[in-house]
């Protein structure tokens, strides 16, 4: 079984920054991409970043620019720092990894997601 924890949401200005972390553990052989979702109330999920594990990146566009994912292999963890924040990206934000196990199965993880709000 493997586990994805987030952390860094909260509560944050039009034009501010936060930094999400999610760590992956439990019975992982390799993670084959990493990403963040985000869902807002009344929307469908969408793909916010992905981060594969030969270090190509995809973004949504409404994020580009001043969004970064990034990956710590060492200890299966992912980073989306966040700046210039605006009011849209109020949501819930997922993490989801796909993870190779020591049993060399390949299954789809989410966390439990972390709240993040944009406002004065």
């Known amino acids: 079984q493997v586990q994805l924890v987030e952390s860094g949401g909260g509560l944050a200005q039009p034009g501010g920054s936060l930094r999400l972390s999610c760590a992956a553990s439990g019975s992982i052989f390799s993670i084959v991409f990493m990403a963040w979702y985000r869902q807002a109330p009344g929307k469908q999920r969408e793909l916010v970043a992905l981060?594969?594990?030969?270090?190509?990146?995809n973004y949504a566009d409404s994020v580009k620019g001043r969004f970064t994912i990034s990956r710590e292999n060492a200890r299966n963890t992912t980073y989306l720092p966040m700046n210039s924040l605006k009011a849209e990206d109020t949501a819930v934000y997922y993490c989801?990894?796909?993870?190779?196990?020591?049993?060399?199965?390949?299954?789809?993880?989410w966390g439990q997601g972390t709240q993040v709000t944009v406002s004065s």
């Open positions: 981060s594969t594990s030969g270090g190509t990146t």
């Open positions: 989801n990894a796909d993870v190779m196990t020591h049993s060399r199965l390949t299954f789809r993880y």
